[in-house]
């Protein structure tokens, strides 16, 4: 679910000092679109939201998050927005979120 590569990476390049600010900047940007997605979805601006989606979840190894929000902004740009599963895409954030925090809490 998470790419702990890719956050050992992250820390590296940002520093460990830096590295709970950028967490915290990336969840609080995350949650406000997965606000928006939760309560009322935009279909025309879907694609867009799960784009954005997908480039954070990179960026903080959320492999499983991104891999969900490519398949719906694929969705989406072929004029399907309508098949877009977004429970599953977030429970996964939550899910993924929550594997996040434990292991930072317990390393």
């Known amino acids: 679910m998470i790419d702990w590569e890719r956050v050992e990476e992250l820390r590296d390049e940002i520093g460990p000092e830096d590295f709970g600010e950028v967490?915290?900047?990336?969840?609080?940007e995350v949650q406000e679109v997965i606000g928006r997605l939760r309560t009322a979805p935009d279909m025309?601006?879907?694609g867009a939201d799960?784009?954005?989606l997908k480039g954070s979840a990179l960026n903080l190894g959320f492999q499983n998050f991104s891999t969900l929000c490519?398949?719906?902004e694929n969705l989406s740009g072929n004029g399907k927005p309508e098949e877009v599963n977004?429970?599953?895409i977030l429970q996964s954030f939550e899910d993924s979120k929550?594997?996040?925090?434990?292991?930072?809490a317990a390393a």
Not at 98 to 104: R, Y
């Open 23 to 28: 967490v915290e900047m990336f969840l609080d």
């Open 86 to 88: 977004l429970s599953e």
């Open 50 to 52: 799960l784009h954005f």
């Open 98 to 104: 929550m594997e996040f925090e434990n292991k930072l």
């Open 70 to 72: 490519q398949a719906g």
């Open 44 to 46: 025309a601006q879907l």
